[in-house]
Each structure stands twice: as structure tokens, then as C-alpha cells.
């Protein structure tokens, strides 16, 4: 007896699987017990039914999956009582299990599998003859079965945990998969470039041939190859797929995953799929918040069953794919709105003379707006900034936007004054229909009469800083919006606004939220505002401060701010005859400035004008270049310095050349240099003397 149960033992501490540990057992069992057969039951989670686990000479017990409930039959009685059972004679026992009888067994003898109590299941032994077990036999039997049951116990607790491990090893996989395509979502790269990345990274995870990105179109009623790999035919030939048709469309339609074993004899649409030889495919919706954005799928070249672990790892894939997806057409969809605007906004509003500019523009969204600034110069010596919001989004509001500042910069250089230019606009938004309708804050800035001309239309109060950092709004002039009414009239506000002041238009966007008076968002705007250095740093700190993440309404904002006039004046500008009249703009308000009287800064700025025409005209060849201006007063005498770094080509044509005359008639000196470096022009003026 302890030879044959040393055999057991060590059969149970050789650490096997669990199914080969129950057939080595049986294989000993029989050897001591010189029986035909042996089997091993196992009682289910549940402990209501044996099921046939391991057999030696009634194989077919674990073949057919036999069960038995506890307590019915000879191995259901044996595991209820929890003690052995001999029968010498089946014939004469209730046997639950047709199997013994047929295989011709004569007599059983059964115990429990027992481990602290607790019936694991239980260890039969038959034999084809008839027997009768002795006591011994019975008692070493029981022995065999309790090494058994440890030996079983152990192997399923190795079993569970190895299996444990197995999950926790194959969940780390999947999440180092899924970070990978995370890693894909966070690179921020254009969407075509990220379907393609995505791809990629998918048919690596999933060992696939192929994989493929159909999006939903706009109308929804079709899918749209975007992206391929293995299959790239789909999105050169352009491939679109009926929603509710095929493969792809029956995923977008039911809004789960569908496999397909073999390709040919499925339901497939798409005759790419069969020409490049696929057999199996598994598909899966590209789903954000219960929208379906488009499917993704994945193919094999040789049959393949994709599991559900290849299924729900597709569908985790797909649910990051998608958010990445929208994102990245959201952002794409965002900057091309943005670059259209800032298209139809002004492109460069720095170098307006006496003054510094700064301006702001965010959409609440990706699409196009109808806020818009704008500030341009305004002979003679005056400077426009205007704000204004059309009513409504999209492609309609930013073209009449469009509209809207060409025909105010067209009345205003036309020479009209504010209230008639704002006017005429009016007019013109009315024969444009109600759908255009606007708000409008023109303001018209004088440096040197340190004043403001304010008309406004349905639009809130600009705000104006003072040099002692209190900032204050100006009060408004009446006047509805736009296009309301072709009969409105606009009355113009002068206000003063002195050397150092900084005058702030915007849109509502940046003082109104939903729910909240539009009362409490000037002021917190007027506190940002106070104090402010520059026009910059107030764009910053107003929307830093009053700007959310995700803006419902579309802001834009423009800050001028008045700067004062030193004796020296100096630049760079461009050699290009547009600049031209921002030079004389520039140098009429210092020469005002220092107390010149018309006459004289006519003389003067036509001087300086012939001098950097010279150099615009005269001193370069085709290509950037550019010329400097100096002013410099000492007292009454003034200094002009014009320097290219060109070489001055001969006069051409027949009423050219008489620059230097003129610059000769109009200054009381006038010295021209002419160097490899360049051309330096000197042109000195005493004011408040007799002309020359």
C-alpha cells in the first residue's frame, strides 16, 4: 500500500498540467487496483453536476461530456454521501450513466474526492468481470483519491493562476496595443497623414494583411474609402459603400462588429476585397458619443477566425481611432477656418503712423465667422479702426463681411465723413437683404488733434484707457444695426483722446456670457483693461482673462493706442511706393508737433516724398530692399535724412529728373552724397523763418 500510494504521490508532485495530471493518476490507479477502468467526475462551480473529466477504458464518458447530478446514480450518490460505494453487480444497481453498462462493466467501486471536508468529485474504478472489493481495496483506493484531490486542488490552482497570469500578461499586450494607437491619436497630425499612422499600427496589432477607414459622407447615406493599407485600390478608385449594404455598410448601419469567415460566400460589395484575395475579415464602427463616424476593418489573406479578443481589441482600437479622427478633422476643419478669416482680415496693421495697433480674432468654432476688425491709414493724417459682427456663421456671414469692409474702406477713402460712411454701408447691407444685418464701431482717429470721431450701430461702447491707467467707455451715439432699416441715420461723437490714451473696439463675444449680464462683462473688462502698458499686452490679458478655453461666440478685438512725438524721429521702410504715404503721414504729426504751420510741413514732407521716391525708384533693381528716415529738431531748425543703399540709375523720360530742383526750391539746404554704400540725401529747414 505505500509503494503504490508513493506512485500516486509522486504522480501529484510532478507539477503537470491538470489534464495530464488526471490521466497519469488513472493510468497508476489501474496499475495498483488491477482494474478495466477508472474515471474522475468534477462537481461544476455550481457543485450540482459531475462531469466526466479524465477516463481510462470508458473513454467515452469525457468524449460525450457525461454528467451527473449529485445525488442520482452511483458517482452523484457517491459525491452526495461522501463516502465509497461498492456495487458488485450493476445489473442490479440504478446506474445513471448508459455508458458503463454498455462498455460491459460488472462491478464499481467509487469514493469521494475530499479536501478538508470540501467534495472536489469523484475517483470510480470498474472492472469487466465480476469483483469483490475487499476493505483493503476500498481503503487504498480512499487513500489514492485523497492524494488525488490534493494533487487536483493544487493543479487547478496552478491552472488559475497560470490562466490569471496569462489574462494579466495578454491585458498588458492589449493595453500596450491600445497605447499605441493612443500614441498615434496624441501625435496631432493632419488627418490623412493620421488614418494612414493609425493603419499601420492597427495591422501590426492584430497581425492583420490588411486594414481599411471608410468615413460616413455628409449625407450620410454612404461610406468613403479614406485610407488603406494592403488595399490601397479602395481609396484610389474612390470606393463608396450604401450605408446598410456590404460588409462596411451593414457595420454602419447595425452599429456593431460583423465578421466573415470566407469572402466568398458573403454578402460583399466591394469586388476589390475578392480581387486582392482576402478570405476573412472582421469589421467594427468608428462610434464617438452613439455617432457613427465611418467603419474600420481588418482582413486575411488565409482563412482566419477572429475571436472575441480580436473583436473587442478591434473595437477598443476603433473607439480611439474615432475620437482621434474627429479630433483631427475638427483642428483641420478649425485652421482652415481660421486661415480663410484671417484671409479676409487685414493682413498687416502695423506701420500706421502715430499710433500702435494691436488686434485679436478667435471663432468659437471650426466653422466661419462674421466678426471682423480692420484699420487703415486716412489722408490727411488720420487713421481708421473699425470692428463690426455680422449677424449668423458660415461661408454667407464672412462673405458678407467681405462686403462690408471693402465698401467701408471705399467710402472712407472716398473722403466722406464717418457718419456718411457709415451711412452708405447701411444702404448697402439693406439692398443685401435682412439676412445681413451688422453691428459697426467706426472710429476715425485724429493725432494731431488728439481726438476721436465715434459712430456706432447696435454695437457695444469702445473703451478708452487714459495715460493715468483709468480706463473709462465712451458713450455711445445711437443707431441700430445695419441693413435694419434703409431710412436710419448715424450721428457722429467727437471725443477727446490725448497722446499716451489707448482706445479699445470689440466685439460682444468678449463681454457677454450666456447667463450673465452683459453689464458685468464691461466691467470686467474695464479692470483688465486699467493699467495696461500697450496694446498688446491689453489683447493678452483681456482674452488670457475673459476668453474661455472653447469661446461660444466668436471674438475679434483691435487696440490703438496714441503714441507721443519725440525730436527725433527714425524708421526703415520698405523701397515700394505703397509706404510712401505712411512716410508722409509720419512726418506731417511731428512736424505738427513741433510747431510747424501748414506751409511749411507742405514744403517739408513734399521735399522728403521727392527724396524717398529717389530711392524707391532710383536705387535698387528688382528684389526686397529698403531706405531709412531720420527727422531731428533742434529748436526751430529741422533735419531730414534719406539714405538707400542702392545706386541711383539716370533719369528716364522726358519730365523726369527734376526732383532735385524741387527739394533745392522747397529747403534752405539740400546736400546729396553718393557713395558704394549708397545714397544719403540731407535736407535742412529753419521753421517759423520767411520761405525760401
Not at 493595453?175 to 500614441?183: G, H
Not at 468678449?510 to 500697450?534: C, K, N, T, Y
Request: charged share 25%.
Amino acid at each position: 500500500m505505500l509503494a503504490a500510494l508513493q506512485r500516486v504521490t509522486d504522480a501529484a508532485l510532478a507539477y503537470l498540467s491538470e489534464d495530464e495530471l488526471l490521466t497519469e493518476l488513472l493510468l497508476r490507479i489501474t496499475e495498483i487496483l488491477h482494474t478495466d477502468t477508472a474515471a474522475f467526475l468534477l462537481l461544476d462551480e455550481e457543485g450540482k453536476e459531475l462531469r466526466a473529466r479524465a477516463a481510462k477504458g470508458i473513454e467515452e464518458e469525457v468524449e460525450q461530456g457525461v454528467t451527473i447530478p449529485v445525488g442520482k446514480g452511483f458517482a452523484g450518490r457517491v459525491v452526495a454521501s461522501r463516502r465509497p460505494i461498492f456495487i458488485p453487480n450493476i445489473d442490479h444497481f440504478d446506474i445513471y450513466n448508459p455508458i458503463l453498462r454498455q462498455k460491459g462493466i460488472r462491478s464499481l467501486l467509487g469514493v469521494p474526492l475530499l479536501v478538508e471536508g470540501r467534495a472536489l468529485g469523484v475517483l470510480h474504478v470498474g472492472t469487466l468481470t465480476p469483483r469483490n472489493f475487499t476493505d483493503d481495496d476500498r481503503d487504498l483506493l480512499q487513500l489514492v483519491g485523497d492524494r488525488a484531490a490534493l494533487a487536483i486542488e493544487h493543479a487547478q490552482l496552478f491552472g488559475r493562476e497560470r490562466a490569471a497570469r496569462a489574462a494579466a500578461e495578454n491585458a498588458t499586450r492589449r493595453l500596450e496595443a491600445l497605447q499605441r494607437v493612443t500614441d498615434a491619436t496624441l501625435s496631432y497630425l493632419p488627418p490623412e497623414e493620421l488614418l494612414t499612422e493609425l493603419l499601420e499600427r492597427i495591422r501590426g496589432i492584430l497581425h492583420a494583411d490588411t486594414a481599411a477607414i471608410l468615413m460616413i459622407e455628409e449625407t450620410g447615406h454612404t461610406l468613403r474609402a479614406r485610407a488603406a493599407k494592403g488595399i490601397e485600390e479602395e481609396v484610389e478608385q474612390g470606393v463608396t459603400i450604401p450605408v446598410g449594404k456590404g460588409f462596411a455598410g451593414r457595420i454602419a448601419a447595425e452599429r456593431r462588429a460583423i465578421s466573415i469567415e470566407d469572402v466568398d460566400h458573403a454578402d460583399v460589395l466591394n469586388p476589390i476585397l475578392r480581387e486582392k484575395g482576402i478570405r476573412s475579415m472582421l469589421g467594427v464602427p468608428l462610434l464617438v458619443e452613439g455617432r457613427v463616424l465611418g467603419v474600420l476593418h481588418i482582413g486575411s489573406l488565409t482563412p482566419r477566425i477572429f475571436t472575441a479578443e480580436d473583436r473587442d481589441l478591434l473595437q477598443h482600437a476603433a473607439d480611439r481611432a474615432a475620437l482621434a479622427i474627429e479630433h483631427a478633422e475638427l483642428s483641420e476643419r478649425r485652421r482652415l477656418a481660421e486661415a480663410l478669416q484671417r484671409r479676409l482680415l487685414p493682413q498687416r496693421i502695423s506701420g500706421l503712423p502715430g499710433i500702435e495697433v494691436a488686434s485679436r480674432y478667435m471663432p468659437a468654432g471650426e466653422s466661419l465667422g462674421g466678426d471682423w476688425y480692420d484699420a487703415f491709414p486716412l489722408a490727411p493724417g488720420k487713421i481708421v479702426i473699425a470692428v463690426g459682427d455680422v449677424v449668423g456663421h458660415g461661408l454667407g456671414a464672412a462673405a458678407t463681411m467681405a462686403q462690408l469692409r471693402t465698401a467701408l474702406r471705399a467710402y472712407a477713402i472716398d473722403g466722406h465723413s464717418p457718419s456718411d460712411v457709415v451711412g452708405r454701408v447701411n444702404r448697402l447691407m439693406w439692398q443685401l437683404g435682412p439676412a445681413s444685418m451688422t453691428t459697426l464701431a467706426y472710429l476715425v482717429i485724429d493725432p494731431v488733434a488728439e481726438t476721436v470721431e465715434l459712430v456706432t450701430a447696435g454695437h457695444p461702447p469702445p473703451l478708452v484707457i487714459n495715460p493715468d491707467g483709468s480706463a473709462e467707455y465712451l458713450p455711445l451715439s445711437g443707431g441700430i444695426a445695419l441693413g435694419a432699416s434703409d431710412v436710419a441715420r448715424f450721428p457722429s461723437q467727437v471725443h477727446p483722446l490725448p497722446v499716451g490714451a489707448t482706445v479699445v473696439l470689440y466685439t460682444d463675444g468678449l463681454v457677454e456670457s450666456r447667463g450673465v449680464s452683459i453689464d458685468h462683462g464691461l466691467e470686467r473688462l474695464r479692470v483688465v483693461a486699467e493699467g495696461a502698458a500697450d496694446p498688446e499686452a491689453l489683447c493678452d490679458a483681456a482674452t488670457e482673462e475673459l476668453v474661455p478655453e472653447a469661446p461660444e461666440d466668436d471674438i475679434a478685438m483691435i487696440a490703438a493706442r496714441l503714441r507721443s512725438v519725440d525730436d527725433r524721429l527714425a524708421g526703415t521702410w520698405p523701397a515700394e511706393k505703397d509706404v510712401l504715404a505712411d512716410v508722409r503721414l509720419m512726418l506731417r504729426r511731428w512736424l505738427h508737433a513741433h510747431g510747424a504751420t501748414e506751409d511749411e510741413t507742405y514744403d517739408i514732407v513734399v521735399a522728403c516724398q521727392e527724396a524717398c521716391a529717389n530711392a524707391v525708384e532710383h536705387a535698387y533693381g528688382p528684389g526686397l530692399r529698403s531706405f531709412d528716415v531720420q527727422a531731428v529738431a533742434d529748436g526751430p531748425h529741422v533735419t531730414l535724412t534719406i539714405r538707400d543703399h542702392g545706386r541711383w540709375r539716370p533719369p528716364r523720360g522726358t519730365n523726369r529728373g527734376r526732383g532735385l530742383p524741387l527739394m533745392r526750391a522747397l529747403m534752405e539746404h539740400v546736400e546729396v552724397t553718393h557713395t558704394d554704400e549708397g545714397t544719403l540725401v540731407v535736407l535742412e529747414r529753419t521753421l517759423l523763418r520767411e520761405a525760401a
